[in-house]
């Protein structure tokens, strides 16, 4: 899988929106963009996904660059539970569509959000 | 509580010892993936299994490592004759049939070797 990069660490206050950028310039075609978060002492959880178009969920949204080299997670009103660390995460559907499904986790972003 | 499962939440065990630690997916996800987390970094993918075959396996899990899926619903990670660099939160993920996106995480295992 192709290989993302992401700020060490952003800070937000609680109610303001949150833009939490990813690159990914080497992205092939057939990549999906994927972001999860990791709150504290739990398993990662599945925010959102895309491909070529912006997506909205209940939880974000994401933006996703024309040339698709980069994209952006917008948390619309941070709250303290938003305190987490935010993965970028691309994934090869692979031929056919179908693909193991592993994720290939980096680093991520350390999202502090202050009262 | 209809999320994946883990058991038990916290190991602590002599180095050269086994363990073994259990992961209980969701109802009806037929793929269930294993990963390593160690302080500060992101989870490390093990192996993955589609029902009871075990399809991928990384090159992080040695020899010492084995994991089940015998019939196709709850999984089995053990290690044999830990060692210290062992320790880590060991995830559980599962996803359901025709689902490439999505994967719901457990709380994890965390191993601590002394």
């Known amino acids: 899988d192709a290989k993302t990069t992401q700020p060490n660490s952003m800070e937000s206050n609680e109610e303001e929106p949150v833009h939490l950028p990813c690159n990914h310039s080497t992205i092939s075609g057939t990549d999906y963009i994927h972001w999860y978060r990791q709150l504290p002492s739990q398993g990662p959880e599945y925010v959102i996904h895309g491909l070529t178009s912006n997506v909205n969920n209940r939880m974000a949204s994401l933006a996703i660059a024309e040339d698709r080299k980069s994209s952006t997670l917008i948390l619309h009103r941070a709250t303290l539970r938003d305190a987490a660390v935010y993965y970028c995460i691309l994934r090869d559907t692979g031929a056919g569509g179908t693909s193991y499904g592993k994720l290939t986790f980096g680093q991520g972003t350390i999202l502090t959000v202050h009262p | 509580d209809t999320g994946v499962s883990q058991n038990p939440r916290h190991k602590i065990t002599k180095r050269g010892q086994n363990v073994t630690f259990r992961c209980d997916p969701i109802?009806?996800?037929?793929?269930l993936y294993w990963y390593r987390q160690t302080l500060g970094q992101g989870p490390e993918f093990l192996t993955y299994f589609q029902n009871e075959a075990q399809l991928e396996k990384s090159r992080l899990l040695s020899d010492r490592f084995s994991a089940e899926r015998p019939k196709g619903s709850f999984s089995t990670l053990e290690i044999q004759r830990t060692e210290q660099g062992d320790s880590a939160m060991y995830l559980c993920?599962?996803?359901?049939?025709?689902?490439?996106?999505?994967?719901?995480f457990g709380p994890g295992t965390r191993l601590t070797v002394t």
């Open positions: 993920a599962s996803s359901a049939p025709n689902s490439h996106h999505e994967q719901y």
């Open positions: 109802s009806e996800h037929n793929r």
